[in-house]
């Protein structure tokens, strides 16, 4: 792979990255209880799926899988792993597990990086 190859991916990755700070902040200026920081340690496709999540506001995996484009049962997966992480809690309403975030999620990333 040439340099300017390897600088284009870089740049790539840097625009996507920013991307995902400007969306992070889009939804804090929409009054969700979310720090940009908060969700910047986790890895990609939980981030993915907890933007999801505040997006919705509380709901199943179908309903985050309707913003993320992936499959309910992928994110029902995520969504569980984002709650034995401690990040997202959920309860049931009859058959349906509905989910939201946790609402002290900067206390959680202070634990994890202990």
């Known amino acids: 792979m040439s340099f300017e190859e390897t600088l284009k991916r870089i740049e790539k990755k840097l625009e996507t990255i920013e991307n995902e700070i400007r969306e992070i902040r889009h939804y804090m ?49 995520y969504l ?14 009859g058959r349906r597990k509905i989910f939201a975030m946790e609402s002290d999620l900067r206390a959680r990333i202070e634990k994890i990086g202990k």
């Open 29 to 77: 200026i929409e009054g969700n209880m979310v720090d940009v920081n908060t969700l910047i340690p986790l890895p990609d496709h939980l981030r993915k799926t907890a933007m999801g999540l505040i997006k919705v506001g509380k709901g199943t995996a179908s309903d985050v899988s309707r913003y993320t484009k992936r499959a309910r049962a992928v994110e029902s997966g």
């Open 80 to 93: 569980n792993q984002l709650e034995r992480q401690g990040f997202v809690k959920s309860f049931r309403r």
